[in-house]
């Protein structure tokens, strides 16, 4: 008993001689800089912890996206069929942007889906003819990403995208408006209607319903809300 006294008393000593020498602030510092030392050198020879640690944050990322995915998209697919009647439109769509490839360069592909269709009394979807392409392929994309918006009939739509204009012809449309989505870091991808020949067409009136039903449905396509 005396001699485990005597050791505490010896510690204690040892303990105010070091802070009377070195000062309670460098004594702290340096018990923090050992455990720190202590920390990096368990990580280094322990690298599982590190990454079990990062695979069930990724998991755990993973598994938040895909809930907040099921929870939006009843909401998204509501709001896009509020948007066909509102704007009596033939069709209104949601194309969302994706890059999953890239070059022997690194540089990426872009990608589009179109993941959300309403569609008007007896018109037919076109939504698996859109399910997977580089966004290249339609120019008018590309022109809607830097300018943030356009609208038309076919036959200017051609001198921009042909292709998008054969198709949308073929399709029964004649009157074709898009918007941006924008997320709250990135861009999210694209908001459009198309209209037959014989409905009427206001261009201002379709581009402000356009960005009405972009601002509604960009917090449910957002990434970043997903996080929080």
Not at 80 to 98: D, G, P, Q, W, Y
Not at 148 to 165: F, H, P, Q, V, Y
Request: with cysteine; proline share 2%.
């Amino acid at each position: 008993m005396a001699e485990n006294e005597s050791k505490v008393i010896g510690f204690l000593k040892g303990g105010i001689a070091m802070i009377d020498t070195y000062g309670v602030l460098k004594i702290v510092f340096a018990s923090l800089f050992m455990l720190f030392i202590s920390f990096i050198t368990y990580l280094t020879f322990n690298p599982s912890f590190v990454f079990e640690r990062y695979s069930e944050y990724e998991e755990k990322k993973h598994i938040e996206s895909f809930n907040y995915r099921m929870e939006s998209t009843p909401i998204v697919q509501s709001l896009t069929n509020n948007m066909v009647i509102e704007s009596k439109a033939l069709r209104c769509f949601i194309i969302e942007m994706h890059n999953g490839k890239y070059n022997a360069s690194g540089l990426s592909f872009n990608y589009g889906a179109l993941t959300y269709e309403g569609l008007r009394e007896n018109v037919e979807s076109v939504q698996e003819d859109y399910n997977d392409f580089t966004l290249d392929r339609y120019p008018i994309l590309s022109y809607v990403y830097k300018n943030g918006k356009w609208s038309g009939n076919i036959d200017e739509l051609k001198k921009i995208d042909k292709r998008m204009a054969l198709k949308l012809e073929s399709n029964g449309a004649y009157y074709l408006s898009i918007s941006m989505i924008y997320g709250t870091k990135n861009d999210i991808g694209f908001i459009g209607a198309s209209f037959d020949k014989n409905d009427s067409f206001d261009k201002n009136k379709v581009e402000m319903l356009l960005n009405k039903y972009s601002s509604r449905v960009s917090p449910y396509l957002d990434g970043e809300r997903a996080k929080k």
